[in-house]
């Protein structure tokens, strides 16, 4: 069905599930974000209770990266579930939710770069590695980070309030980037700045693979682990890059399947923007013992109060 705001010259495409379609979709939307967001949360939560994680640059890195992960996950998933409920967002709550979303995509492919820095001084420069990465450091790494994409998406928001008029703010739109920053100049910057980040990230990770690949002995465990842990940083970044096909995917089997639009669009964020928010703490996190150690200390000593719990009821 196609909607459009009769109060405005403002029109926005819209198309409606039958109910029971909604209610299917946001179930399994909202039961993948509290699935993925528990395991993240769980990885955040030993973080924080143990110093000899958030004493070493390795793990606050890896934690940024998951916090990352889990905003981004619940601010999709409102969007989504108020998109389906609700058809049409009022544009103001949309800017609001939409930066926030960009912002810590953003932060990700940046933190993977300079987390495979990391493995690289560690492994290449094992004698400087603990003056080189300090804690205080690694903040100011971070801190630089949301610094450096603050300059790339608060422009959008400026252009946005100087071009646009009051009224706009008011209207009721189908949240979609496209459709608030609507500069034809903004989806160039974006394209340009997109490319130039990816461009810098990709050779940052391939300088730090064969630095390490050539500078280590091959039989080196920590190596072996170093290289490893920089693939799998270049596989995140892979899946990172998913979300600038996205509307292109979308756009290409709308194509073929133009009758077959809401499908096509929830099936692409499943498997494009929400499921990859899973793959740090399994292909990273689980695999490191010592968090390992630590997490499974944590869940066991949950289930061991929860099972007292259940005992103390049932006798009372």
Same mark, same amino acid.
């Given at each position: 069905?196609?909607?459009?705001?009769?109060?405005?010259?403002?029109?926005?495409?819209?198309?409606?599930? /039958?109910?029971?379609?909604?209610?299917?979709?946001?179930?399994? /939307?909202?039961?993948?974000?509290?699935?993925?967001?528990?395991?993240?949360?769980?990885?955040? *939560?030993?973080?924080?209770? %143990?110093?000899?994680?958030?004493?070493?640059?390795?793990?606050?890195?890896?934690? %940024?990266?998951?916090?990352? =992960?889990?905003?981004?996950?619940?601010?999709?998933?409102?969007?989504?579930?108020?998109?389906?409920?609700?058809?049409?967002?009022?544009?103001?709550?949309?800017?609001?939710?939409?930066?926030?979303?960009?912002?810590?995509?953003?932060?990700?492919?940046?933190?993977?770069?300079?987390?495979?820095?990391? $493995?690289?001084?560690?492994? $290449?420069?094992?004698?400087?590695?603990?003056?080189?990465?300090?804690?205080?450091?690694?903040?100011?790494?971070?801190?630089?980070?949301?610094?450096?994409?603050?300059?790339?998406?608060?422009? =959008?928001?400026?252009?946005?309030?100087?071009?646009?008029?009051?009224?706009?703010? %008011?209207?009721?739109?189908?949240?979609?980037?496209?459709?608030?920053?609507?500069?034809?100049?903004?989806?160039?910057?974006? =394209?340009?700045?997109?490319?130039?980040?990816?461009?810098?990230?990709?050779?940052?990770?391939?300088?730090?693979?064969?630095?390490?690949?050539?500078?280590?002995?091959?039989?080196?465990?920590?190596?072996?682990?170093? &290289? #490893?842990?920089?693939?799998? %940083?270049?596989?995140?970044?892979?899946? $990172?890059?998913? #979300?600038?096909?996205?509307?292109?995917?979308?756009?290409?089997?709308?194509?073929?399947?133009?009758?077959?639009?809401?499908?096509?669009?929830?099936?692409?964020?499943?498997?494009?923007?929400?499921?990859? &928010?899973?793959?740090?703490?399994?292909?990273?996190?689980? &695999? =490191?013992?010592?968090?390992?150690?630590?997490?499974?200390?944590?869940? $066991?000593?949950?289930?061991? /109060?929860? /099972? *007292?719990?259940?005992?103390? &009821?049932?006798?009372?």
């Amino acid at each position: 069905m196609n909607l459009s705001n009769s109060s405005t010259n403002f029109t926005t495409p819209v198309y409606r599930d /039958t109910v029971e379609t909604i209610i299917l979709k946001n179930v399994i /939307t909202v039961v993948l974000c509290i699935s993925i967001n528990y395991v993240n949360g769980s990885l955040v *939560h030993t973080f924080t209770k %143990h110093q000899v994680f958030n004493s070493n640059p390795r793990y606050i890195l890896y934690i %940024h990266l998951v916090i990352n =992960d889990m905003i981004l996950l619940i601010t999709l998933t409102v969007i989504q579930v108020i998109s389906y409920i609700m058809v049409t967002f009022n544009v103001s709550l949309c800017i609001v939710l939409l930066i926030i979303s960009i912002f810590v995509n953003l932060n990700n492919p940046i933190t993977l770069a300079i987390m495979a820095v990391e $493995c690289y001084i560690a492994i $290449c420069f094992p004698l400087r590695h603990t003056q080189i990465c300090t804690v205080q450091k690694t903040y100011v790494v971070i801190g630089v980070i949301w610094l450096l994409n603050t300059l790339l998406v608060l422009p =959008d928001l400026f252009v946005a309030l100087a071009t646009e008029s009051i009224e706009f703010f %008011h209207y009721r739109v189908f949240c979609f980037r496209d459709n608030v920053f609507r500069a034809p100049y903004l989806t160039v910057k974006r =394209d340009v700045s997109n490319t130039v980040f990816l461009v810098i990230v990709w050779f940052t990770l391939f300088y730090t693979y064969f630095r390490i690949l050539f500078t280590a002995k091959a039989a080196a465990a920590d190596a072996k682990k170093a &290289r #490893n842990t920089v693939l799998l %940083h270049g596989f995140q970044l892979l899946l $990172c890059m998913l #979300n600038y096909v996205f509307n292109l995917t979308i756009e290409g089997l709308t194509y073929f399947f133009p009758k077959s639009v809401p499908i096509i669009r929830f099936t692409i964020t499943i498997f494009i923007q929400i499921l990859p &928010r899973l793959i740090s703490p399994v292909v990273y996190g689980l &695999r =490191d013992k010592m968090l390992m150690k630590y997490l499974k200390r944590y869940m $066991c000593c949950t289930r061991n /109060t929860t /099972t *007292h719990l259940q005992k103390r &009821r049932v006798k009372q």
